[in-house]
């Protein structure tokens, strides 16, 4: 049982589609996140929200778009993507207190760029 | 620049114990973590060190040397449901999260 959900778990678009990734958490925390799995690969920070606020934004090509409506939602909105953005994507949350602000995952949606 | 390493795939038996380790450079420190990921599922939360020395939990423990820059998480009674990527990350002096790529444990009946 996870707090985090993710939808769809897996997607699959041409490099002309719109899409939209959903997170959501119900762990009453108030910072988000989106990383970037890739096979044999650290996890990659694409995204932080605190507070509704974005904090981080680690280089990301602006194919990817985040939107944050409120702390128990996240989304990222991905177009024109290239075949190297598939990969496993995943969202976590935390409530931040500096220290041991343990980040709790959701099971991540799988994209395949065509 | 940071970097945190670990070895890429270890292979172990069931019943027996196995040792992971982990070694980072940061910017900094501010605690590590020990994540378990099941093929095709999210990543769970294992254990946190941000003091040196050993944390038990059940059958799995995990190290810390600040000095050396080293943790290691030890499983013990391996079990066929253990297989899976266990990934490190430390916090640094900003309180971002730096990763491991993750160890990639086989169980072997």
């Known amino acids: 049982e996870t707090g985090v959900t993710q939808t769809p778990r897996h997607l699959v678009m041409g490099m002309t589609n719109k899409k939209s990734l959903k997170c959501e958490q119900h762990l009453g925390h108030n910072a988000m996140y989106w990383y970037k799995q890739s096979a044999k690969k650290p996890l990659e920070l694409m995204f932080v929200y605190s507070l509704e606020e974005r904090v981080e934004n680690n280089s990301v090509p602006s194919r990817f778009s985040p939107e944050c409506p409120n702390s128990s939602h996240l989304f990222l909105h991905l177009h024109t993507l290239q075949p190297e953005d598939s990969a496993l994507y995943l969202c976590a949350s935390s409530q931040e207190n500096r220290e041991a602000d343990t980040q709790y995952f959701g099971p991540g949606t799988r994209l395949t760029v065509l | 620049g940071q970097n945190i390493d670990q070895p890429t795939e270890m292979t172990a038996t069931e019943g027996a114990i196995v040792q992971i380790n982990c070694t980072y450079q940061?910017?900094?420190?501010?605690?590590l973590f020990w994540y378990q990921q099941h093929a095709g599922e999210a990543p769970t939360f294992l254990s946190y060190n941000v003091l040196d020395g050993l944390e038990e939990k059940g059958r799995f423990s995990s190290f810390l040397s600040r000095s050396k820059g080293y943790s290691y998480l030890l499983l013990k009674e391996l079990q066929m449901k253990d297989s899976a990527s266990y990934l490190c990350a430390v916090k640094d002096s900003n309180y971002q999260l730096i990763w491991g790529a993750g160890t990639k444990l086989i169980i072997k009946p």
């Open positions: 940061t910017s900094g420190f501010n605690g």
